[in-house]
């Protein structure tokens, strides 16, 4: 096996590629629950929790199913937020990459996230659940001891110094766990339901007015077009530091939601795509389970929409 340097050079003479990933069914298939109410046969309510699939089939079935009595829609998705006393997100994870390593099938870009760590590329993790992001950071932690053997590690240390090198013009290296949260901290981690991601869209003038226009617009979409479109910025502004703007860019997004998808696509068509004419974007719809890494779909190339 080829030995790995300890700062890989060759970084340099890469494609820029940038991705986007949805977390539920997309990276991991989690086990959280939804907390709802059923309806028994002598009429009575009683608790039940659901998975995220069986909520999707239920969701609508209100004759049967409801929020709970005590508390409503927010008691519903407790385990999707953070609470003071448990780390949901953390558990579920782990139980999570547990039954991969148990066997289980894992999510459908749960190797293209591997590949995006051990290639040392900046990403973005943008789910419609309530956590804050430092514990979607420390779940990707997580994720990193779990997924990734020993020597992908090597190689992803070897890669971060490799980008250290020649964009930041680092020449003495901190230590392993240093360098990793340097590339950790330039990723992004956006749980759209988090009241303190809200107030942060909120308080941008074009959502402000966004929300204003369409009042009936359902709130997680827009505020994943906000957490995309963030990331896209924040892509762009780093490129441009670094004095990159003759190689090709481009940024891919997954999500399992096909409601997402369509969303999503339409936005990067009107908006992104026009916005960043240089970069390519690409759509994996993650929804089909039986195709092994969802269906790609190009949705804008540099300088032309598709
Ligand atoms: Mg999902």
């Known amino acids: 096996m080829k030995a790995i340097p300890y700062v890989n050079d060759e970084v340099i003479t890469r494609a820029e590629k940038y991705y ?134 090597e190689e992803m240390m070897s890669n971060l110094r490799g980008y250290r090198k020649h964009f930041d013009h680092v020449e003495k290296f901190g230590t392993d766990a240093e360098e990793l949260d340097y590339y950790l901290s330039m990723c992004h981690y956006s749980g759209v339901m988090d009241s303190r991601f809200f107030e942060r869209v909120k308080h941008d003038p074009v959502y402000l007015e966004r929300i204003r226009e369409n009042p009936t617009a359902r709130f997680p979409e827009l505020a994943k077009e906000y ?18 703007t003759d190689k090709p860019v481009s940024i891919g997004f997954s999500d399992d939601d096909t409601n997402n998808v369509r969303i999503i696509s339409r936005y990067i068509e009107n908006e992104l795509g026009r916005r960043f004419e240089g970069f390519k974007f690409v759509v994996y719809d993650t929804s089909d389970r039986t195709l092994e890494k969802g269906r790609k779909l190009v949705v804008s190339m540099p300088g032309k929409l598709i």
């Open 227 to 244: 957490a995309i479109r963030d990331f896209v910025e924040h892509i762009f502004h780093t490129l441009k530091r670094n004095g990159v």
């Open 20 to 153: 986007i990933f949805d977390w539920d069914d997309n990276i991991l298939h989690m086990p959280t629950k939804i907390r709802l109410e059923h309806k028994e046969a002598d009429g009575t309510w009683k608790p039940v929790e659901v998975s995220t699939a069986m909520f999707a089939i239920v969701r609508t079935d209100t004759e049967n199913y409801r929020a709970p009595s005590d508390g409503g829609w927010d008691a519903a998705f407790k385990y999707f937020a953070d609470a003071p006393d448990a780390n949901y997100f953390l558990c579920d994870t782990i139980e999570a990459l547990e039954r991969i390593e148990h066997g289980e099938k894992p999510g459908p870009s749960y190797r293209a996230l591997k590949k995006t760590l051990r290639e040392g590329r900046l990403f973005a993790i943008v789910t419609a659940r309530g956590h804050s992001a430092k514990t979607l950071e420390l779940a990707v932690r997580v994720f990193i001891k779990y997924a990734l053997t020993d020597r992908e590690r």
